[in-house]
């Protein structure tokens, strides 16, 4: 299971840090991934912190956003700063094992950028 928690209402130009709790996984073996889907817009990936450490971003975050791990506490953070009403969606976190079909998305959190 996974449990993102962290979201809620902010000012333009304010931060929130998104937290994803994983359970009953081997939360290392996995990719973990941040998503987010707008009001009418399709699902989108905005970062992924990979089991061998490599993080990306999508374009539109990058240098705003910033995705972390703690393998001891099976959690992904999504630390966001700088935030745009274009911000403005559910966000979930996934979790991808390599090589399996194993593919997971937590229950969503509301992130809303507005004044």
């Known amino acids: 299971q996974l449990q993102a928690s962290g979201g809620g209402l902010v000012q333009p130009g304010g931060s929130l840090r998104l937290s994803c709790a994983a359970s009953?996984?081997?939360?290392?073996?996995?990719?973990m991934g941040w998503y987010r889907q707008a009001p009418g817009k399709q699902r989108e990936l905005v970062a992924t912190f990979t089991s061998g450490g490599r993080t990306s971003y999508v374009n539109s975050v990058k240098d705003r956003f910033t995705v972390s791990r703690d393998n001891a506490k099976n959690t992904v953070y999504l630390q966001m700063n700088s935030l745009k009403p274009e911000d403005t969606a559910v966000y979930y976190c996934n979790a991808q094992r390599p090589l399996t079909g194993s593919n997971y998305y937590g229950q969503g959190t509301q992130v809303t950028v507005s004044s």
């Open positions: 009953g996984i081997i939360f290392s073996f996995y990719n």
